[in-house]
């Protein structure tokens, strides 16, 4: 594994902002961490999920609505993960730790597990951020080229066209191979997994059990196996697809940096934090509806910065970073709709696959 190490000599941009930001919450009188709106979102996603899944399962419609429903499942699923779960594993849903743990294991509801996604997340992507070789986001199959230091493919030409059908099954990797892959090796990448206390194993293959019996084996038993396999399908391609596609126009569009970390240690220029700058990306910030259902994830930018920070607060954040960004010579990224955004990890996506 190699050794990246970012330049730790004091600089006023991260110092800045971090002061700036602590000011807005002092003078403003609120803290960090969720409020109304969070817990509203939680109501409304779980609620929906609950409904869709009686609705289906028990009094299942005629297929050409049983279809859609499948459908809004899946994108359901990926709001929960988007807004409560996110929030929840980083710690920014509460300031109280065992509801933030609460929160985080909504993504073992849905058939994967918090305590590896938090070592891939939150300590490999969200320390080595676009690095190939630490970011496991960004090295999900060799059938992908998601950064220029990755080996090039014949395939690969392609992959701007065959790149959604990947996407929609990345659910169904993760539940049934990645997590799997992860427990058994204690890595994520070249990451080691640390703490995997008996609980976490306990917890592990409790969520698989309760993910196969709730998913798999009451749909079998009530609808029959054919008809559950085109619902289950549904439901989770368009998870998948949805989930891929938001964080990958975060970091894999024409606009972001990237580092290369496989063959040798690697010494960063800047700071963590600008690194964090050069290597991520907004979309749609002005567009609340966007912002409302994703979660904050379109404000990357300050996500990355502020991680312990909910994503209830990221609009009036961004105003701080990006003032802040302009007063240091920074280039703050951002792509002003989610179609330019599509358009550009695509064209990305058609680059990384030509010599």
């Not at 807005?24 to 899944?53: D, Q, R």
């Not at 399962?57 to 809004?72: E, N, R």
């Not at 049934?176 to 058994?184: M, T, V």
């Amino acid at each position: 594994m190699a050794r990246v190490t970012f330049n730790n000599r004091p600089n006023p941009f991260y110092t800045t902002l971090k002061s700036e930001v602590k000011k807005y919450f002092t003078e403003n009188h609120i803290p960090s961490t969720g409020n109304g709106l969070l817990y509203f979102k939680t109501l409304l996603f779980l609620s929906v999920a609950v409904y869709l899944y009686i609705q289906v399962v028990f009094f299942t419609p005629v297929w050409w609505i049983a279809l859609p429903m499948c459908m809004l499942f899946g994108i359901n699923a990926a709001f929960i993960g988007f807004n409560i779960m996110h929030d929840g594993c980083h710690g920014s849903y509460s300031e109280k730790d065992w509801i933030n743990n609460i929160m985080g294991l909504t993504l073992n509801v849905l058939g994967s597990n918090a305590f590896l996604w938090k070592t891939k997340h939150n300590v490999a992507h969200h320390t080595y951020t676009n690095i190939d070789g630490l970011d496991a986001d960004i090295t999900q199959t060799s059938l992908l080229r998601l950064a220029p230091t990755q080996p090039l493919r014949k395939i690969h030409q392609y992959q701007h066209i065959y790149g959604m059908f990947l996407y929609a099954l990345i659910s169904i990797a993760w539940v049934f191979h990645g997590d799997f892959s992860k427990y058994f090796s204690h890595k994520v990448l070249n990451t080691e997994i640390k703490d995997f206390t008996l609980k976490e194993h306990i917890t592990f293959w409790v969520s698989k059990v309760f993910y196969v019996f709730i998913y798999l084996v009451i749909p079998i038993y009530i609808l029959g196996f054919s008809t559950f396999i085109v619902g289950f399908l549904t439901m989770n391609l368009s998870l998948g697809l949805v989930l891929a596609l938001v964080f990958q126009l975060a970091h894999v569009v024409e606009i972001a940096e990237f580092e290369n970390a496989t063959d040798a240690d690697l010494s960063i220029e800047h700071e963590w934090a600008i690194h964090q700058v050069n290597t991520t990306v907004n979309f749609a910030t002005n567009n609340r509806i966007v912002s409302f259902f994703l979660g904050g994830l379109n404000f990357q930018v300050e996500h990355h910065l502020f991680p312990k920070i909910s994503h209830v607060h990221y609009p009036n954040i961004q105003l701080i970073v990006k003032k802040v960004c302009e007063q240091h010579n920074l280039q703050y990224r951002q792509y002003p709709t989610v179609g330019q955004a599509i358009a550009s990890h695509f064209r990305m996506l058609k680059q990384l696959g030509k010599a």
